[in-house]
């Protein structure tokens, strides 16, 4: 597609980029040259080097990005450069290749942070803030970013932490805690940090955005320091978020719904679109609420560590029952004689016990 007359003789050189990753875009499809100035109206796959979003538009509620970008569409290369769009670059700068390898998904809709912020009590703008964490907590912000929802927590004039771990973010965090003496940036991976000396004996709240490959191992981690924290607020893959929720004898209902509801009580509080993030996840989002304490707190078992492996090992094949399941740590009549005792059926599957029937179950087959 040519470039128009009128902008050809400012255009800027063309660089080829032949050895760079493929990325898509989705480009809108409106006939407004201020929204769309090459007029593409479908997904493209295009060679790019890593690029750096100019500015966000939106028209009749779908949005477009201007990027830089070589002449695989050298049109909209030459007609971006010659508006002067190339050197205005909002704070998405980070490069494709980082954000695969990092999980990472940016909350670039300012709508979605605001409802968010509505979800979990800290809007500026809301009447009701009786969600407001008390005055005597703090917030630990897990995969700051950009500091989308950073202001947000620091608005609530709390202390926040906020851990990043990708070096141009943390860059970019310092310059925002040198305007706000209540934020401390945590330059590391969430999994590998002190957290025993990060939170100093502080009660929390937590909010984080986080990589979905790894939403297991941060609720691991966030629940070996339970007595601390208060809440923690997560956007999640949703398939994710309604495990975490699921209730017993339902598809969903696995090892990590236990473990979550023993700590906590899971609330799915909003399905985020993808359309909300930048880059755009492949999967529907949720922001999940944990409030805590969970089930546990009234079971009273002494090693929380022991049981879950209990649970682990219900759950290792999902669709043998816990006579076999259980074959390893006990022999089958005793098994059948604790479901019976538990007015279990003898093919019971572990998906059909809630959270107390795997206490109580733990209790008699392994005493003390």
Not at 109 to 129: M, P, Q, T
Not at 206 to 225: A, D
Not at 257 to 263: D, I, N
Request: with cysteine; hydrophobic share 40%.
């Amino acid at each position: 597609m040519p470039a128009p007359s009128s902008l050809s003789s400012t255009s800027p050189p063309v660089t080829h980029h032949s050895s760079l990753p493929t990325i898509s875009f989705l480009f809108c499809s409106s006939k407004n040259p201020a929204c769309n100035p090459c007029g593409i109206s479908s997904s493209k796959s295009l060679n790019l080097k890593p690029f750096a979003i100019c500015s966000y538009k939106k028209t009749r509620g779908v949005g477009v990005i201007l990027f830089t970008c070589p002449d695989s569409i050298g049109a909209c290369s030459d007609y971006l450069g010659a508006v002067g769009a190339v050197g205005h670059a909002s704070c998405y700068t980070v490069s494709r290749m980082a954000r695969q390898r990092l999980g990472q998904h940016f909350l670039a809709d300012a709508a979605w942070r605001e409802k968010i912020a509505r979800a979990i009590g800290i809007s500026r703008h809301a009447a009701d803030l009786s969600a407001a964490p008390p005055s005597q907590t703090s917030w630990l912000e897990i995969g700051a970013g950009h500091g989308e929802m950073t202001e947000h927590l620091l608005a609530t004039g709390l202390p926040v932490t906020s851990i990043e771990l990708d070096p141009p973010l943390v860059a970019d965090l310092q310059r925002l805690a040198e305007k706000f003496p209540n934020l401390t940036v945590v330059p590391g991976d969430i999994l590998q940090l002190d957290l025993t000396k990060l939170l100093a004996n502080r009660r929390v709240r937590v909010y984080g955005n986080l990589p979905y490959y790894i939403t297991s191992p941060i609720l691991h981690r966030l629940f070996e320091h339970a007595a601390q924290i208060e809440a923690i607020h997560i956007v999640i893959q949703l398939e994710v978020a309604q495990r975490l929720a699921a209730r017993p004898g339902s598809r969903d209902f696995g090892y990590l719904s236990v473990l979550t509801q023993y700590f906590s009580r899971p609330e799915i509080a909003l399905q985020i679109p993808r359309g909300a993030f930048q880059p755009p996840p492949e999967v529907t989002s949720a922001l999940v609420t944990l409030r805590l304490p969970g089930a546990g707190a009234a079971l009273g078992l002494k090693d929380e560590q022991r049981f879950l492996d209990f649970v682990k090992l219900c759950f290792a094949q999902k669709r043998k029952t816990l006579l076999n399941n259980l074959r390893a740590l006990a022999c089958p009549e005793l098994v059948r004689e604790a479901l019976a005792s538990l007015r279990l059926r003898p093919d019971a599957r572990a998906e059909q016990l809630s959270v107390e029937q795997f206490a109580a179950l733990f209790r008699r087959l392994i005493p003390g």
